[in-house]
């Protein structure tokens, strides 16, 4: 099937269920890589696309076609993290849990370490961003979302998703710079 995917999606609205499998095989591992990057918690982010997924499946009209089907997808994704954040922080105490590094990019070992300890400050400076700010960065970084599309999934004026983003890049050098602190 070499569809779209806003053609795939008014397939499944129509009853195809097919079409729906390939929406879910094109875009899950990018759903789960948007959802580990928000929750550092890979059990989480698996629970939390598969759920974003089944919001889908179980709620096909809830996509009008106003918006490209990745748009409505990482809305749905970024409301469910968002919402485990705020449960985390109401009901557990201190930061988010850091996801071990299960991969060895490195071609030596002494590169391999360097690497991971590089993600590994860069994932706690983007932990200390605000969960807005690091949605957006994140959707703009590591998923190449352009600022009409971020605006779409966070439900902003394109100014704001420009002014978020521009903020968010400024904190985190200066995280990144200052090693980490918790300056704002």
């Known amino acids: 099937m070499d569809l779209s995917d806003e053609a795939l999606m008014r397939r499944f609205?129509?009853?195809?269920?097919?079409a729906f499998a390939a929406?879910?095989?094109?875009?899950?591992?990018?759903?789960?890589h948007f959802c580990q990057r928000m929750l550092r918690d890979p059990e989480a982010a698996e629970d939390m696309a598969q759920e974003g997924f089944a919001r889908i499946?179980?709620?096909?009209?809830g996509w009008a076609g106003r918006s490209r089907f990745t748009t409505y997808l990482f809305a749905i994704l970024k409301n469910l993290c968002l919402d485990e954040l705020r449960w985390r922080s109401r009901w557990r105490s201190g930061s988010l849990e850091t996801a071990p590094d299960q991969t060895d990019p490195g071609p030596?070992?002494?590169?391999?370490?360097a690497l991971r300890l590089e993600r590994e400050r860069v994932a706690a400076a983007l932990d200390e961003l605000s969960p807005d700010q690091r949605a957006a960065l994140v959707l703009r970084e590591y998923h190449r979302l352009s600022y009409e599309e971020i605006a779409g999934v966070m439900d902003w004026t394109d100014a704001k998703t420009k002014i978020t983003i521009y903020r968010a890049r400024l904190a985190l050098g200066r995280r990144l710079t200052a090693g980490g602190g918790s300056e704002a």
């Not at 609205?13 to 097919?18: L, S």
């Not at 929406?23 to 789960?32: F, G, I, N, S, Y």
């Not at 499946?57 to 009209?61: A, F, I, M, Q, V």
């Open 23 to 32: 929406l879910v095989e094109r875009h899950r591992d990018h759903a789960l």
């Open 13 to 18: 609205q129509a009853g195809d269920r097919g």
């Open 57 to 61: 499946l179980l709620h096909p009209d």
């Open 108 to 113: 030596t070992p002494e590169e391999a370490v």
